[in-house]
């Protein structure tokens, strides 16, 4: 207990002292652990003879001459903010805020981040609803997109994010303007049935704050249904270098990453970049070619790094197989998928396992005219892959 205490601490001070992906600091870590790296980076203890090269190692570098000295620059750079070092305030205030402190070994600790390799973050400050966890990685989709999205943008997104819940997959996003507040948005709206966590928002700053202060509210609601997270300590100021490297986490945690809209050089690109890096597949949504928030996404088109999705069962195709009913009631769903003409099959797909939708949602969804909505779905009651209670139509569970 008094050793886990220790590293907590460890780290949580090591998240102050050294930026995100500071790599020289991750090196240190993982040759010394966490509580003997803040030693050393702290002056404590001195770094030893053999430790400039074992960090080279680390790092795969080739040893340069004596001038380059890799520890030595990384302490004259941490040296400013050993003075401000209180994991036990920082610790407090998360506690305070009704938020704790994750580390590697803690279950709570998601296990995608260590695709990140030498990247994985050293803690992550979380607050939320934390009890239900995070969600597994072929749950989660990622979207996001331009800050100044356009009414085009906002509707897919809407859309989307919806029908990605309906599915029992959770929405991930960093709570900026444009894409990723609809994004948000659409997932809580679509959330009052669903189990489990339907939202999570990636910040770049301390969590004690809510960044952009025009999202409060939004993110106030993602704290108390939903999670939200970061990986520096409380009263870290948004920069531009802390935003780029957040999106990283995002493309970590998230199954398949969907760019909506992006201009030709844009935040949402450097996440879709990080996406594919991690062999994550990544989604983009085409728009107007008249649009430059949607030339970042013709980029991806048009490079092959991206796969056109225009709706929620395009994403969840892409992310592979997924069924929160479970995999057994998901086989005879799929078992009874034959004879059933195209519109039925599209009607099907556009059914939501959880909460119940209505007749026009079902029409805009399946891209089929209300009367052929009800005709299939009076062929799919039939069937029993259809059933209408009080919240609308939704797929019907096998007994």
């Known amino acids: ?96 805020l009704g938020g704790r402190v994750v580390i590697p070994s803690d279950d709570l600790w998601p296990p995608a981040l260590a695709d990140l390799e030498l990247g994985e973050p050293v803690c992550l400050w979380m607050r939320g609803d934390l009890d239900q966890g995070v969600p597994a990685l072929n749950r989660n989709v990622a979207i996001v997109g331009s800050r100044d999205s356009t009414n085009y943008g906002n509707s897919v997104t809407g859309d989307m994010a919806a029908g990605l819940v309906h599915r029992g997959y959770c929405v991930i996003s960093g709570g900026a303007y444009g894409i990723d507040a609809q994004a948000h948005r659409s997932a809580l ?25 025009g999202n409060e509210d939004l993110l106030r609601s993602i704290a108390a249904r939903g999670i939200i997270l970061a990986e520096v300590p409380p009263g870290s100021a948004p920069t531009r270098w802390r935003f780029l490297q957040r999106n990283r986490l995002i493309a970590a945690l998230a199954g398949v990453t969907v760019v909506v ?70 086989q005879e769903v799929l078992a009874d998928h034959d004879g059933l003409g195209v519109e039925d099959l599209l009607l099907l797909d556009a059914l939501p396992i959880r909460q119940g939708v209505s007749i026009d949602k079902l029409a805009a969804v399946a891209g089929l005219p209300a009367r052929s909505v009800l005709a299939g779905l009076g062929r799919l009651e039939s069937r029993c892959l259809a059933r209408q209670d009080g919240s609308g139509w939704r797929r019907a569970r096998r007994p």
């Open 1 to 96: 207990m008094a050793e886990a205490l220790e590293e907590r601490r460890a780290r949580a001070a090591l998240a102050r002292l050294m930026e995100p992906s500071d790599w020289v600091g991750l090196a240190l870590v993982a040759a010394l652990g966490p509580v003997d790296a803040l030693r050393v980076a702290t002056g404590s203890i001195g770094p030893g003879r053999e430790l400039e090269g074992e960090l080279r190692r680390v790092l795969d570098r080739q040893a340069g001459g004596a001038q380059q000295s890799l520890l030595g620059d990384a302490l004259q750079r941490w040296a400013p903010r050993v003075k401000d070092l209180a994991p036990e305030r920082d610790l407090a205030t998360m506690e305070r």
């Open 189 to 213: 709206a679509a959330a009052d049935e669903a189990d489990g966590v339907t939202t999570m928002a990636v910040m770049a700053c301390g969590l004690d704050r809510y960044y952009p202060a």
């Open 261 to 330: 809209e992006a201009r030709w050089r844009s935040g949402a690109l450097n996440t879709a970049h990080h996406a594919a890096g991690l062999g994550r597949p990544v989604g983009a949504v085409p728009g107007s070619v008249y649009s430059a928030n949607s030339a970042g996404t013709h980029r991806l088109l048009r490079d092959g790094s991206a796969t056109c999705v225009t709706d929620a069962t395009e994403v969840a195709e892409l992310a592979g197989p997924f069924d929160a009913t479970g995999a057994t009631g998901q």
